[in-house]
């Protein structure tokens, strides 16, 4: 079976930076599509930034050039590199991840549990 697990979220002062990191684990074969998103209560759980295998990044308006996206070598741990940090990035953040477990079977979409940022003096 698949996990998608995040670590590094926390409580950080506006202006400051934070790194979280999601690793994915169990039977893979192939990992096509890693991302962030975050939702507060009440609202909508929203893109922040995606990688495919291919290489190409998405970073939403909001916090492009703050927010940098990454997938290591292995190719099975995304993480985010949060700056300038906001009040307004406060969210539970939780990654997604689309991945193939067998070469005869369809790729399916996961999701993590989420870790909590809290962005406050």
């Known amino acids: 079976q698949v996990q998608l697990v995040e670590s590094g979220g926390g409580l950080v002062q506006p202006g400051g930076s934070l790194k979280i990191s999601c690793t994915a684990s169990?039977?893979?074969?192939?990992?096509?599509?890693m991302a962030w998103y975050r939702q507060t209560p009440g609202k909508a759980r929203d893109l922040v930034a995606a990688?495919?295998?291919?290489?190409?990044?998405n970073i939403v308006d909001s916090v492009k050039g703050r927010f940098f996206i990454s997938r290591d070598d292995s190719g099975n741990t995304v993480s985010l590199e949060m700056n300038n940090l906001k009040p307004e990035d406060t969210a539970v953040y939780f990654c997604?991840?689309?991945?193939?477990?067998?070469?005869?079977?369809?790729?399916?979409?996961?999701w993590g549990q989420g870790t909590p940022v809290t962005v406050s003096s």
């Open positions: 990688t495919t295998i291919g290489g190409s990044t």
């Open positions: 997604h991840a689309q991945i193939q477990q067998m070469a005869t079977e369809a790729p399916k979409n996961y």
């Open positions: 169990g039977t893979i074969f192939r990992i096509y599509y």
